[in-house]
């Protein structure tokens, strides 16, 4: 082999490595949880007008948003029965809260590996005007199959003026090696107050 070909082969090795990087590389898409993106699952409760409704997500998987007693869960899965049986569809924060309507998939390639959706949690000890609680904003991250599903991470929005970087990081560093029911959710950033209300037992 003569030194000209040596080098050709080099060259497209290289350009095989690069294509291969840029195939696998770590990037986001969104999604909506608006209920008019959504389908409503049976009707609202008579007591209190909770609801549940299944969106669409990325890849095949789909986000169930579960409300009772103003306190949200999000989970996901191939269906909604399997959402349902994640650990993230057993977690409730003890304060009112809710969840916004655009989640951000973190992804390889075209795989989702992780959701960061922005949080509402209820502050009891600061009213509004009216004497309603005012919210405090949290990011949560959350791992996606294959494994459980289930949260990996908290980012104080108020605390932490680069929370989307912050919870970013948190997804692409954490969410693929966490051992769900194992490992405590990880508290990103500054500790504030929306972190204080959420992990409030």
Known sequence: MNRITCIGLAVVMICIGLNSAAAQSVGSTYTSTAPKDCRKIGKPSELDGSTTRI?????????LIAEDDL????SVGR??????????AKVWFAPFNSSETTI?????????????????????????K???????AMLVVTRLPPGPVCHVAYVDAIANPTANELARKAADD????????????????????????ATMR
Do not use: M, S, Y
Request: hydrophobic share 40%.
């Open 55 to 63: 969106c669409p997500g990325k890849d095949g998987l789909l986000v």
């Open 71 to 74: 306190r949200e869960i999000v």
């Open 79 to 88: 269906n909604r029965r399997a959402a349902a049986e994640e650990p993230a």
């Open 104 to 128: 951000e998939w973190r992804t390889v390639g075209a795989k989702p590996f992780a959701i960061i959706q922005r949080w509402h949690i209820a502050d009891n000890a600061d009213p509004d």
């Open 130 to 136: 009216q004497g309603r609680p005012n919210t405090k």
């Open 174 to 197: 954490f969410a693929r090696g966490f051992a769900c029911g194992k490992d405590e959710v990880k508290i990103i950033g500054t500790r504030g107050r929306a972190v204080e209300l």
